[in-house]
């Protein structure tokens, strides 16, 4: 048994510095493939597009049929961003499939920065790279260690048993690793030097007024000539009305926030929740909101504000390069925990994006975030920017989404009240245990006095919902059936990012042009203990400019206290 148990020693000693004798020879191979094969899918405007890496000395967008964009930009060690386009735009038949053709041709030339772009890109491709290099190096190691630890028969190298090696056999299978290590990187060079994209851009047509960018075609070159001081006027108008745009808003709210701060003011034991919903990617409104969180904080009290939550379509369209916006986003409001559940607009990338901010992303789950019960789901569906084609391949409904998340609350959620954040207002119905959010108009009229509603009691405290762009007045349901009274408030938000829904061909919203729907926050005032909400107000911010700082608004009970039902009632 000793015998054995030496040879298995002896064999286990033996692949394990076989394994790294293995990943050492194998690195630079490991490293020119992990390069090559660094790849990953996103979008630009409407169109599916595979992002790799270049090292020809420029960052390119390549569109097929419509030719290729050269931006001479490249980051660490001389590598570009290559986004090949993989297929016609999703959107279908709608606005983007006519603009989308144009906006490939000519307005990547135009984008304010392109360098901004490539190293978002960059960011994430390093990461592939990491990530390529660590499954290379694993199966060269230990395909390559298992195939050396039994050609040599499980004897272990020469290193391992220095002092009992004579010197020069240890020299010459030093020699031979640094020889093996030598035509690994010799067959990588090689590899590397015949990649695509390490072949020099050649026959590109430089635009005179930007050098540093070229076209593939003349007449791709010519088109970009011809627009480009349409594009360029059109962006100053754009810049000039923006700046106007953030200055008026800035300077309203700082007018108007004061006039209402003794009336926002949370009362004894309520704290305040932010809800918003539909942000959708707008810059500009982000820009504003900025200053808006900081204002109410010094107003309110650092402590008043617990939570914001977002229901959904944080982006405009789900993608790698919206990373920077939704760190933007999301910071924009620091110090205040963040709940946001995924919309249609959004995706797993989005959500990657939110994880690596440190943000709640509730996904059929309660969680407790600011002293709160947080409960959410992520949209199953996405839609394509512009409204396009809606996709669903989980084959989950709205229904279906409402009713599970329904389940986990029932089934996880504490006495307390449940802060509930959905996307859209088919998934709210469902988990209300309604037909729609219609059904709610028998809740209509008794926001402060309890009564029977016709609504089956569901989990108290409050449901917010986005996606229509559009808010309304919140609805009371009492929950009346059992030992005490408590209500759930529904609320429908408006867009926090002023953006329209329904683009036409004259009027769609830009993430760096003035928002054109108001911008919408809502404060909602809750009891953390209870969890039940207290009342509400509306902070607006019209396209023009103007702020209207509404009045609260109260719902439920006073103080947020559940009411003990009479024994005989």
């Known amino acids: 048994m000793t015998g054995v148990r030496r040879s298995l020693l002896r064999w286990t000693l033996a692949l394990c510095c076989y394994v790294v004798v293995a990943a050492v020879v194998a690195l630079p191979l490991a490293a020119e493939r992990s390069v090559e094969t660094a790849a990953f899918r996103d979008r630009v405007g409407t169109f599916p597009v595979e992002v790799t890496l270049a090292h020809d000395g420029t960052s390119t967008l390549d569109t ?106 240890v020299a010459v299978h030093a020699v031979y690793l640094l020889l093996a290590v030598g035509i690994s990187a010799a067959v990588a060079w090689q590899f590397f030097g015949s990649w695509v994209g390490s072949r020099e851009v050649t026959n590109s047509y430089a635009l005179p007024s930007e050098p540093r960018l070229s076209f593939s075609s003349p007449q791709t070159r010519e088109v970009a000539q011809q627009i480009q001081p349409f594009i360029e006027k059109n962006t100053r108008r754009i810049e000039e009305r923006t700046r106007q745009f953030a200055d008026t808003a800035d300077a309203n709210l700082a007018a108007e ?119 959410g789901a992520a949209d199953p569906a996405f839609k394509a920017l512009f409204g396009g084609l809606v996709r669903n391949p989980s084959g989950v409904t709205e229904e279906e989404l409402g009713e599970s998340l329904r389940d986990v609350v029932d089934k996880d959620a504490g006495a307390s009240g449940v802060v509930v954040v959905l996307h859209q207002p088919r998934a709210a119905a469902a988990y209300l245990g309604l037909g729609s959010t219609g059904d709610l108009a028998t809740a209509v009229g008794s926001e402060t006095t309890p009564r029977d509603d016709g609504i089956p009691d569901v989990p108290p405290g409050m449901v917010n919902i986005g996606h229509l762009h559009d808010a309304s007045r919140p609805w009371v349901i009492w929950n009346t059936d059992g030992d005490e009274i408590t209500w759930t408030v529904v609320s429908q938000l408006g867009t926090s990012g002023g953006v329209e829904e329904n683009p036409t061909f004259n009027r769609f919203s830009t993430p760096f042009s003035v928002p054109l729907k108001d911008i919408s926050v809502r404060l909602a005032y809750v009891n953390p203990r209870t969890g039940l909400q207290t009342g509400y107000a509306s902070i607006v911010i019209a396209p023009d400019g103007s702020a209207t700082v509404e009045d609260r608004v109260d719902v439920g009970l006073p103080g947020g206290e559940p009411l003990e039902r009479a024994p005989d009632s």
């Open 257 to 375: 926030l004061p006039l209402h701060a003794a009336a926002l003011q949370p009362r004894e034991g309520e704290r305040i929740v932010i809800s918003e919903a539909d942000p959708q990617g707008s810059i500009v409104a982000t820009t504003v909101r900025r200053d808006l969180y900081p204002l109410l904080q010094e107003l309110l009290g650092e402590e008043a504000i617990v939570l914001r939550t977002i229901a959904g379509d944080l982006t405009s369209n789900g993608t790698v390069a919206e990373g920077d916006f939704a760190a933007d986003e999301v910071h924009a409001s620091t110090g205040i925990p963040t709940v946001v559940v995924k919309g249609d607009h959004d995706t797993s990338t989005t959500v990657a994006q939110l994880h690596g901010e440190g943000v709640t992303v509730p996904d059929l789950e309660v969680e407790e975030v600011g002293g709160l019960q947080v409960a």
């Open 64 to 169: 097929g049929v419509l030719g290729k964009v050269y931006w001479d930009q490249t980051g660490a060690a001389g590598f570009g961003v290559r986004l090949r386009s993989t297929g016609p735009p999703v959107a279908g038949g709608t606005l983007s499939s006519y603009a989308a053709p144009r906006f490939l041709r000519a307005n990547a030339a135009f984008v304010e920065d392109p360098s901004e772009l490539a190293d978002v890109y960059a960011q994430r491709l390093r990461t592939e790279v990491l990530d390529g290099l660590v499954r290379y190096e694993l199966l060269a190691a230990l395909a390559g260690g298992l195939v050396l630890c039994l050609l040599f028969r499980g004897r272990a190298p020469p290193v391992v048993h220095t002092f009992r090696t004579p010197p020069a056999r």
